[in-house]
């Protein structure tokens, strides 16, 4: 209890209560759907189901994506590299970059971008329609059924669709160092190949599989938390997409301090 | 060994229910006895449906203590509260319906994942085509809710509810947004699943017409239709309750409703009936 005429107290107290709340429900959420990683019953058939839609379904935007930002990352390179008169080692450049940040940021964002708004709409309508409450009412835990699928399912398809972004960007790299810089295509992917150490594969896998937590438990915190009928669907759809996008890259900072204080 | 009509199906003591400062329910007790039939009259934002959320423990009193069949089930954990929801049968506002299941799976769904039933697939879709033939739906079985109307899916709803033959069935304003007759179908279905079952009933709803009829009819199983009961024998068993800003306001007999002089309480009323 604040003591009385404590305007400022009280106010700060109304200020940070709902962030603190907020906070407090997302451990829980987080908690309870990685306890029930190990807890009967699983539902095997929802995780195939999710695999199929985030991973499958992602796959197209991943694929642009990291053809893409390989082709630039090789033309942006070649050009920095050529004042030092190592256009040579655009390969090894395209590969560091990718392997270690670009492939994860980028392909997280893109699975975040489509999946943690879809969570978010999914769950935000099932709870405004009551069939959250329905759910619960007819002896199912909606954490159990709706969110540790997503959970695993994310986990396991983020770091595949991590490994294909990065080796299509490769890719994508080599076919401007190749075409465009006219660098021989044994001199690219050596130089790439060599300059990937096996701490740069472990972080590299480590971070989508951190980044697969934060979008499945934004997205299905704010689907869960939704109220105020579809605007508040769409008002949840913008918060987990904004709020995952802001985490992959605040979770990145911190994996990479880690990285390079090894 | 205590009577049967005389035990305890829901027992509300002192329950306080608070979001955001605001209380949704403040201070509310009652009790319901096995059979007998509730209707709870209030305004929208009233408290009915955290009411009857509470009494499903979906939500938690922040005071008081709620118990279903005699037992406290104020702070039970979820997992202990699936087995007492095997025994309540609820029909949500909206319906409450599964939109990515057929309306089979909707209605299979509580057999499937209740507490305490664990039945073969054969039998779970045997019980499931007769509750909707309960309401006159079995040829929807393989339709999804979204290829149904608004009175078709909260009729869909009532079969999901009494699939399990539950004890004590909640309706949450089961004919809220629909046409007068779709309405009467749905509370004509409530008096049938009630007397046929002899199941306790909770409803909640604005509309003073449906509470009256649920008041006043008994479903006769011979000509296969509600019919009008004498004022004295619709006494026994029908308590209205009246909600207002989380309060109960006022708890009686029908009679007692249309003589209430409360200017709250006579909102609900339609003088003359």
Not at chain 1, 139 to 148: A, F, N, R, Y
Not at chain 2, 46 to 58: E, I, R, W
Not at chain 2, 181 to 208: P, W
Request: proline letters at 4%.
């Amino acid at each position: 209890m604040l003591p009385s005429g404590c305007e400022d107290c009280r106010h700060l107290f109304e200020l940070v209560k709902a962030p603190v709340s907020a906070v407090q429900d997302f451990s829980v959420l987080a908690g309870r759907a990685i306890r029930n990683v190990v807890r009967q019953p699983h539902y095997a058939d929802d995780i195939f189901i999710q695999m199929d839609l985030i991973g499958v379904g992602s796959l197209p935007i991943v694929i642009m994506t990291g053809f893409f930002s390989g082709a630039v990352m090789a033309m942006q390179m070649a050009k920095a590299l050529a004042q030092y008169g190592a256009v040579g080692q655009t390969g090894q450049v395209v590969a560091i970059t990718l392997v270690r940040e670009l492939g994860p940021v980028l392909t997280a964002l893109m699975v975040a971008g489509r999946t943690a708004s879809g969570i978010a709409s999914e769950l935000g309508s099932m709870k405004v329609t009551e069939q959250i409450d329905a759910m619960r009412a007819l002896g199912t835990d909606p954490i159990q059924k709706l969110v540790t699928p997503r959970l695993i399912a994310t986990c396991v398809v983020l770091p595949l669709l991590t490994v294909i972004a990065d080796f299509l960007g490769i890719f994508g790299g080599f076919i401007i160092a190749h075409f465009v810089l006219m660098l021989a295509s044994s001199q690219y992917w050596s130089t790439a190949w060599q300059a990937l150490t096996y701490t740069d594969v472990f972080f590299g896998l480590l971070k989508p599989f951190v980044f697969a937590f934060a979008i499945v438990l934004v997205g299905c915190h704010y689907g869960l938390r939704t109220t105020g009928g579809t605007q508040g669907v769409g008002r949840a759809t913008t918060q987990a997409v904004v709020v995952s996008s802001v985490l992959i890259f605040f979770l990145t900072f911190f994996i990479t301090r880690i990285y390079v204080s090894l | 060994m205590p009577d049967e009509q005389n035990q305890s199906v829901l027992k509300f003591e002192g329950v306080s229910v608070v979001f955001d400062e605001v209380k949704a329910l403040d201070d509310v007790s009652f009790e319901v006895f096995e059979g007998e039939t509730r209707i709870l009259f209030g305004a929208a934002g009233s408290g009915k449906t955290v009411l009857l959320k509470t009494a499903l423990g979906l939500q938690k009193p922040d005071a008081g203590r709620v118990y279903v069949f005699g037992q406290d089930i104020t702070n039970l954990p979820e997992q202990r509260l699936f087995r007492i929801r095997s025994r309540i049968g609820v029909l949500f506002q909206e319906g409450g319906l599964f939109d990515s299941l057929t309306v089979g799976e909707n209605v299979s769904y509580p057999l499937v994942n209740l507490e305490g039933f664990g039945l073969p697939e054969a039998e779970v879709r045997k019980r499931a085509e007769e509750a909707l033939r309960f309401v006159e739906l079995e040829h929807t079985f393989d339709r999804f809710p979204s290829e149904l109307s608004g009175g078709m899916r909260r009729r869909v709803g009532i079969a999901r509810a009494v699939v399990t033959e539950p004890r004590l069935v909640l309706y949450d304003s089961p004919t809220a947004g629909l046409d007068p007759i779709t309405a009467y179908t749905i509370v004509a279905l409530i008096i049938k699943e009630r007397d046929l079952k002899n199941t306790t009933t909770l409803m909640a709803t604005h509309r003073y017409q449906d509470g009256h009829f649920l008041a006043t009819h008994r479903y006769d199983a011979e000509r296969e239709t509600a019919e009008p009961v004498s004022e004295a024998e619709e006494q026994l068993r029908t308590t209205f309750m009246v909600f207002g800003q989380g309060r109960l306001v006022f708890e009686g007999s029908l009679p007692e409703l249309n003589a209430s002089r409360d200017p709250y309480v006579s909102k609900f009323v339609r003088r003359g009936e």
